[in-house]
């Protein structure tokens, strides 16, 4: 039976009548506060009728701040109201709770907090009314209610303890309240300071869709505008590291943690446009980038291609021009391009100027794209042989190290030589990488490498007695993870084992082959003596 068939007998009229007399009462009133037994009878009313009770939760809000002896039975009977079975009783009750916070703001964290519980209401009607509800208390106080409403969505050291509404909240907050920042968010810079500070600490434990639609939003703020002083475009830097956990491994063994790997991809992606790292932080993130190459998804690929032939373009010199190379730089750039493009080919048509057939309308073979292949390919030649003639250098070195190893006499001395020897022996390994992958480059339609060939420098040899764990390109993400809502799993920092170290040091010898990276381009063509004096 709808309200509008219902049939209102002489009692409900009596208890409709009686709230009319009851809120004239209070309305007329000089000091309302007198009228303790006016209030009661509203509260006392929306026990009985229907219409009854969708009056009493218009007139117990309106009330409320004049009786603060009955403020927790006044805020119980409303709730009573809201858990009513009438769905009009219910749409009334939860209309009427953002009054229970226009001059009480005490109460406005726990009115926020009734209101998240209902944002999963299966009516329509009654989700519109709590999201009006909602909207209403920001526009009251926006610090607050953010604040309250980001309490459900948690943090690394207080975590939610309801998924569903967690996710019902990410949805609100995204659809409802970012569209509106710039009515909602005043005073401007203070309050996207807020917003920005609960986003920082929620982003410590969210999926890799989330942590986008966080990132893309926090773009948009006036604050990292393009008049933003240098430390404010650090500080997204800043966010997009502490996410991307450079100090963690990423573990093959854990590549069947999709969530990780696309928390990781998206973080590479946001980063790598910026690029504003200090050069140790550079390393890792091109490390982790090398690393996570090979398991993601064609989609990602073909988003994240660009700008690593961006920083290609970057770190690999054209001839003659005096420009530094960074190898590991350059080996980790070209690995991740060899994985990426061999996701995505037809996406270098445009980024290097092949000639990849695939049929598709993205090959884009009816356009001119001649000038980038002449510049990779300049580029190519250029790192070639700044490789050959490192290597040559190095081979030397491995000579000179053995012949001081004869002579050395102490322990300590053994051990000096035997850490440039291993020095030495990595440089080669990032050398014979780089011409390995430099090399199927040159073809205007070139096979790229997708498979385990290439075993990057810094990482131990697989033993084949150890079973690896692998992920096929074409398994999918969970389905919510692309739009950010949905039921997803939710993988703080360091959940799923990510806390080993990112790199393997055993043989490595960063400190000395640091120092070779950063070789000016001009001496290693000159040949002279100057790497061989590094070990």
């Known amino acids: ?311 290609l373009k970057k770190y690999m010199p054209r001839r003659r021009s005096g420009e530094e190379m960074n190898f590991t730089y350059v080996e980790c750039l070209l690995y991740a391009f060899h994985h990426l493009a061999h996701k995505a080919p037809n996406a270098t048509n445009s980024l290097c100027g092949y000639k990849i057939v695939t049929g598709q309308p993205s090959d884009r073979l009816g356009e001119d794209f001649s000038e980038f292949n002449t510049d990779l390919i300049e580029r190519l030649n250029s790192v070639e042989d700044l490789t050959r003639a490192t290597m040559k250098k190095l081979t030397q070195g491995m000579a000179e190290h053995n012949k001081a190893m004869a002579a050395a006499k102490s322990d300590e001395a053994k051990d000096n030589i035997k850490t440039q020897k291993q020095n030495t022996t990595t440089g080669l390994r990032t050398c014979n990488n780089i011409l390995a992958m430099t090399k199927p480059l040159h073809s205007k339609t070139p096979s790229f490498i997708g498979d385990k060939s290439v075993n990057l420098s810094w990482k131990e040899l697989t033993k084949p007695s150890v079973p690896s764990t692998t992920i096929q390109a074409g398994v999918k993400r969970p389905a919510a993870a692309a739009n950010g809502s949905g039921n997803m799993a939710k993988k703080g920092r360091g959940a799923g084992g990510l806390h080993n170290q990112l790199v393997n040091r055993a043989l490595q010898g960063e400190e000395a082959f640091s120092k070779l990276d950063a070789f000016p381009q001009e001496k290693m063509m000159n040949r002279d003596s100057a790497v061989i004096e590094l070990y």
């Open 1 to 311: 039976m709808t309200d509008s068939t219902i049939t209102i007998t002489a009692s409900d009229a009596s208890h409709i009548e009686k709230l009319y007399e009851f809120g004239e009462r209070l309305s007329e009133s000089k000091d309302k506060s007198q009228n303790v037994k006016d209030y009661q009878g509203i509260m006392d009313a929306a026990k009985t009728s229907i219409k009854a009770k969708q009056l009493a939760a218009q007139l117990i809000p309106r009330f409320f701040k004049f009786f603060p002896e009955l403020s927790s039975q006044a805020v119980e009977t409303q709730i009573d109201l809201i858990e009513q079975e009438e769905l009009a009783v219910r749409v009334q009750a939860i209309r009427g709770l953002p009054l229970f916070c226009k001059d009480t703001p005490e109460y406005l964290s726990k009115i926020v907090d009734i209101l998240v519980q209902l944002l999963a209401a299966e009516e329509i009607v009654e989700r519109d009314a709590v999201h009006k509800a909602l909207m209403s208390l920001l526009r009251q106080d926006v610090k607050a209610s953010l604040s309250a409403l980001f309490k459900h969505i948690g943090t690394v050291e207080e975590p939610s303890t309801d998924e569903l509404i967690r996710e019902k909240v990410l949805s609100f907050v995204r659809d409802k309240v970012f569209p509106l920042k710039a009515e909602l968010l005043r005073p401007q810079e203070e309050m996207e300071r807020h917003i920005t500070d609960l986003i920082k600490k929620s982003s410590e434990d969210v999926t890799g869709a989330e942590f986008r639609m966080f990132m893309d939003f926090l773009k948009t703020l006036g604050i990292f505008g393009h008049k933003a002083p240098s430390e404010r475009m650090k500080e997204l830097v800043e966010i997009i590291e502490g996410q991307a956990d450079l100090d963690s491994a990423f573990d093959v063994a854990q590549v069947s943690d999709t969530d990780h790997i696309d928390r990781l991809i998206s973080c590479l992606y946001m980063a790598l446009p910026f690029f504003l790292l200090p050069d140790e932080r550079k390393l890792d993130l091109l490390k982790a980038l090398a690393e996570i190459s090979p398991f993601t998804l064609p989609q990602d690929s073909r988003q994240i291609l660009p700008s690593v032939v961006q920083l």
